[in-house]
């Protein structure tokens, strides 16, 4: 009886059962939200696929579906019984509203196994390609300097192969990178700060939070992220006591739950 109640109410919802479930025995529902593109509300019938008997509690939650066409939870999914059913579908589809939207690619924000809230399209991939790109480009520039010196003659050359030892380095009387050190502690609530050419251009006060677990030897610090609704992905987040003058971005952290400044190390 509850099974084709079960299913009457889902039918009757205008959900579709999936041939497969990638997790589980179950048979997994779908059908669109209502208003949200690429939003899809998700039921786990708790109804066994080979069996066809009841092996769980109903679960509705909704998911987003990438550029990629990768399913990603947007909310948690709610379990209830079949008397809750319908209204448990109401409640997820009103979720929607609330879940944060990527600012940079409108998709739907979702929580990475990292913990880390990050956009569903991972659209950040696609700026590193970008900044990859533009490096490149230099570089091919650089070899057509390197080409131009083939045909000039030897003193010149043996001039450029030298000033080639430093290429990076515009002005020789600042080869030295300074590297600016604070000092963190375990258990310092910290959040980053954006670093370019030694200044601090961005603060993430607010949208990036964490707790530093341990300081290791060489300033390495391991902090636990509980918070990241920016686009700025882990692999990205300062894992050292120091930043270095320099003209790439950078993070530092920035200690919260008491006053640290960084120091120049001389
Ligand atoms: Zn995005």
Redesign the pocket.
């Known amino acids: 009886m509850t099974v084709v109640q079960r299913k009457a109410i889902l039918k009757a919802e205008g959900f579709f059962p999936h041939k497969k479930n990638g997790k589980g025995t179950s048979i997994i529902y779908s059908r669109k939200h209502p208003s949200a593109k690429f939003v899809r509300v998700v039921v786990d019938s708790g109804i066994d696929g080979k069996t066809g008997k009841i092996v769980g509690k109903v679960g509705v939650k909704l998911c987003y579906i990438n550029r990629q066409k990768q399913w990603r939870e947007i909310t948690t999914e709610v379990f209830t019984t079949n008397t809750g059913l319908v209204k448990t579908i109401r409640a997820q589809e009103a979720a929607e509203k609330f879940v944060k939207t990527?600012?940079?690619?409108?998709?739907k924000?979702f929580t990475a196994k990292s913990g880390n809230v990050v956009?569903?399209?991972?659209?950040?991939t696609t700026w590193g390609g970008k900044k990859k790109a533009a490096s490149t480009t230099k570089k091919s520039s650089q070899k057509i300097t390197a080409g131009k010196s083939q045909k000039i003659g030897p003193r010149q050359r043996r001039d450029q192969a030298r000033q080639r030892n430093y290429p990076l380095n515009k002005n020789p009387s600042q080869k030295k990178v300074q590297k600016f050190e604070a000092e963190i502690l375990p258990g310092d609530l910290v959040t980053i700060q954006e670093i370019i050419a030694g200044k601090m251009t961005q603060d993430y006060t607010g949208s990036v939070l964490g707790i530093v677990r341990e300081v290791e030897e060489h300033g390495y610090v391991k902090v636990h992220w509980t918070a990241n609704t920016t686009?700025v992905d882990e692999y990205m987040l300062p894992r050292s006591n120091c930043y270095f003058m320099s003209d790439v971005i950078d993070y530092r952290l920035k200690v919260l739950s008491r006053p640290v400044e960084y120091a120049p190390v001389t």
């Not at 990527?102 to 998709?107: L, R, V």
């Not at 956009?119 to 950040?124: E, I, L, V, Y």
């Open positions: 990527c600012k940079h690619c409108k998709a924000k956009c569903a399209n991972a659209c950040w686009s």
